[in-house]
């Protein structure tokens, strides 16, 4: 078997038939290991699942809006989690894991998983829609991503471990998430109009602590000015704007660009840095290990730049996110001082959207929104 499903039934039962059965019409139904046809009444389901791991190279976890009140759940009456022992069975293995987002699930947290488990919760996940207008488009690109793992990673020759035994002692991710150290600014950097912007180190990111104003691409081309709301609203290429057409914004509050701005190839981000990918704002909206409370972990504290309430704002990343507004699609400006939006580099399929991270004042939480790639948002590069 090349490729490992695993789910829970009680979350993903109907999305993981329709993945394994996209997956085995690309790959074979040899080389795709679904419990409800891989397992044979009468068998020991132990034993066929640890058959299937001698070959696997591609592991797939699906996770659906109830996989971690299942994870709680289960741990809370002491009941065995043969997900996560797979789980950590890939680990130990050195498969490639591909996790997979159903609708608007998340990656469970590092203080809920096991210890052992941990590196789990770090590992880019793959997004997909059971929409049914979305679906095909995402099973097709899940097919193209595992194909591209299978093609990357060698046929392991290393024996396969036992199987892993859940430990009580581990078991529950009982660690508590840290507060983190204060954010040591690094070396100031420069964008090609000589703009410099503040440097900050978050988990393994590095990012800028400023919202971006240039207005030429990297290669010196320049990024057009539109001013005019009817102009704004038919352009489809790269275009910047300040908020209000007022310069008094551009200084602290950066300029507001469209999302063809964020996908040209000329890139809007100085040498070496880029406009984040949504699964790296991700990686963002855990800096406090919960989405629900990170918002205020990034947010400019205080009412200098944030209306009242600027809720749980205490910038205790040095993010230092400040509420720039946005331009909508129609050309008109709104939320200016109530709400922060930073633009992703992810289109959502093939509809006319992308993600954003929206940090509102009135939450505590780091959401994402997908709005029209015609809107105007901030933007926060990332170092390669």
Not at 175 to 189: A, G, N
Not at 300 to 325: C, D, I, M, R, V
């Amino acid at each position: 078997m090349k490729i490992f499903i695993n789910y829970r039934r009680e979350d993903a039962r109907d999305a993981a038939f329709i993945i394994a059965k996209s997956l085995m019409a690309r790959f074979g139904e040899a080389h795709v290991f679904f419990d409800r046809q891989g397992i044979q009444a009468g068998e020991n389901f132990v034993r066929t699942i640890e058959s299937a791991f001698d070959n696997c190279r591609v592991f797939i976890p699906l996770i659906g809006k109830e996989w971690n009140n299942i994870l709680k759940s289960r741990y809370a009456i002491g009941e065995r989690d043969f997900v996560l022992e797979e789980i950590s069975h890939a680990i130990d293995k050195g498969v490639v894991i591909i996790p997979v987002l159903l609708d608007d699930a998340v990656m469970p947290l590092k203080k809920d998983l096991p210890e052992k488990l941990h590196q789990f919760s770090e590992i880019q996940a793959f997004f997909l829609s059971t929409d049914s207008r979305r679906l095909p488009y995402d099973l097709e690109n899940l097919n193209a991503l595992v194909m591209k793992k299978l093609a990357e990673s060698p046929v392991s020759k290393k024996s396969v471990p036992d199987h892993p035994k859940p430990d009580p002692d581990r078991e529950g991710g009982n660690t508590k998430s840290r507060e983190p150290s204060m954010p040591k600014p690094l070396k100031d950097l420069a964008d090609v109009d000589g703009n410099i912007y503040p440097v900050i180190t978050i988990g393994d990111q590095l990012w800028m602590a400023a919202n971006l104003k240039v207005t030429r691409f990297r290669n010196g081309d320049p990024i057009p000015e539109i001013t005019d709301d009817l102009e704004w609203k038919e352009v489809r290429t790269g275009a910047f704007c300040i908020y209000d057409n007022d310069p008094a914004n551009r200084d602290e509050y950066g300029l507001l660009y469209n999302w063809y701005a964020v996908n040209d190839p000329r890139s809007v981000c100085p040498e070496g840095w880029h406009v984040p990918s949504r699964n790296e704002l991700d990686v963002l909206r855990k800096c406090s290990g919960d989405w629900k409370t990170s918002g205020g972990w990034l947010r400019e504290a205080g009412y200098s730049h944030w209306k009242q309430p600027n809720e749980g704002a205490s910038n205790k990343t040095g993010f230092s996110a400040l509420p720039g507004g946005a331009r909508g699609k129609d050309g008109r400006f709104h939320e200016f001082g109530i709400r922060g939006r930073f633009w992703s580099s992810t289109q959502f399929g093939k509809f006319n959207e992308s993600w954003n991270l929206f940090l509102p004042h009135n939450e505590n939480g780091a959401l994402m929104f997908r709005d029209e790639l015609s809107c105007g948002f901030s933007i926060r590069c990332i170092k390669d």
